[in-house]
């Protein structure tokens, strides 16, 4: 099993930055993934980025230029750094954490709200 908490969540202007970190623990060494999804209200779920254990980063073209994913293995930590939000981006964020064997494990979420 692994557990996973977000932080860093929060109410930001247009145009400006936001950092979500995300750490993982419990059974760290099964794995392999580690990304971002978010979930507005009325839509449905969506990849925002993800990241290997190797480094290829993937991420949706509607964040490319502006979101960077970072992942530290040895702390077993993803960073998610946003920059030039837009109110669009407005959602809450869900770290995820893939193994190897396939099984997925979610945070409990944390609200980007991006408003003047």
């Known amino acids: 099993q692994v557990q996973v908490a977000e932080s860093g969540g929060g109410l930001v202007q247009p145009g400006g930055s936001l950092r979500l970190s995300c750490a993982a623990s419990?059974?760290?060494?099964?794995?392999?993934?580690m990304g971002w999804y978010r979930q507005a209200p009325g839509k449905e779920r969506e990849s925002v980025a993800r990241?290997?254990?190797?480094?290829?980063?993937i991420y949706a073209d509607s964040v490319k230029g502006r979101f960077t994913i970072s992942r530290d293995n040895a702390k077993n930590t993803v960073d998610l750094q946003m920059n030039s939000l837009k109110p669009e981006d407005t959602a809450l964020y869900y770290c995820?954490?893939?193994?190897?064997?396939?099984?997925?494990?979610w945070g409990q979420g944390t609200q980007v709200t991006v408003s003047s």
């Open positions: 995820n954490v893939g193994s190897y064997s396939s099984a997925n494990y």
């Open positions: 419990g059974s760290v060494f099964s794995i392999n993934v």
């Open positions: 990241i290997w254990r190797g480094g290829p980063a």
